[in-house]
């Protein structure tokens, strides 16, 4: 081991660097390094890297850093400096999350189709968490609700949102909405597949909707407004 000369050495014996005080002349070890023997404020003795000292990477022997920990989780809800919202263990917190992944590039694989990679979004208002918590319980947020999109083409956002049992959610998915022809009950794809119609599984919802019968629903081809016409009735319906 090899002293430094006094004129080199970057730390002297006697100097204060954040909790270590400097006890000796530093010295060199590999890779040309200098080192000093330091004692930390809570008794600790050890060699200290002399340039951490310096720049303040070493400001103890690990006393501090232990302490701050302490404090930190000593203090819990807005007394903690990490405090937001207090609402990430709740359950409008994971539905939110939910909302949020689904529409995004980390949306899982098997429902990709129905939402990020069909362009739903969520509003700029609701990525904000609390602003979603607020409108939540302003609009009838029950623990066994789930938030449901009216539409189902467009995004997520207040007027386009409710709470929902998951009776009325699948009554407002196209997929389970069920179509009945010829006396069989059939989900409006298998219909418009098995007949091999021109219409749309959501032109065909649109219909349903709009009261139209289901057999005429399916089987008037669309017109030059889409599927926008009124069902006209023939004297033969009433
Ligand atoms: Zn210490």
Known sequence: M?????????????????????????????????Y??????????????????????????????????RVRIRKTGRENPSYRHGGSKSRIYAIWRGMKVRCSEKCPKDVWHLYHGRGIVVCDEWM????????????????DLSIDRIDGNKGYCPTNCRWAT??????NTSNN??????????????????????????GLKYRLDQGWPHD??????????????????KNSDC
Not at 216 to 228: C, K, Y
Request: glycine residues 8%; aromatic residues 10%; positive net charge.
């Open 2 to 34: 090899r002293v430094v000369s006094p004129k080199k050495a970057i730390c002297k014996p006697g100097e204060n660097h954040g909790r270590w005080v400097v006890l000796g002349e530093s010295f060199y070890l590999p890779p040309h390094e200098q």
């Open 36 to 69: 000093f023997i330091a004692a930390c404020a809570c008794g600790t003795i050890r060699a200290v890297h002399a340039r951490n000292a310096m720049n303040g990477k070493s400001v103890s022997c690990g006393c501090h850093k232990s302490e701050v920990a």
């Open 128 to 143: 904000d968490f609390t602003s979603f918590r607020d409108w939540s319980f302003q609009n009838g947020y029950k623990s």
């Open 166 to 171: 998951s009776v009325q959610q699948s009554q």
């Open 177 to 202: 909405v069920r179509i009945y022809i010829n006396g069989l009950s059939m989900c409006l794809q298998q219909a418009i597949d098995a007949y091999g119609v021109q219409i749309t599984a959501t």
């Open 216 to 233: 005429a629903a399916l089987f008037t081809p669309p017109n030059r407004n889409g599927n926008r016409n009124k069902y006209k009735r």
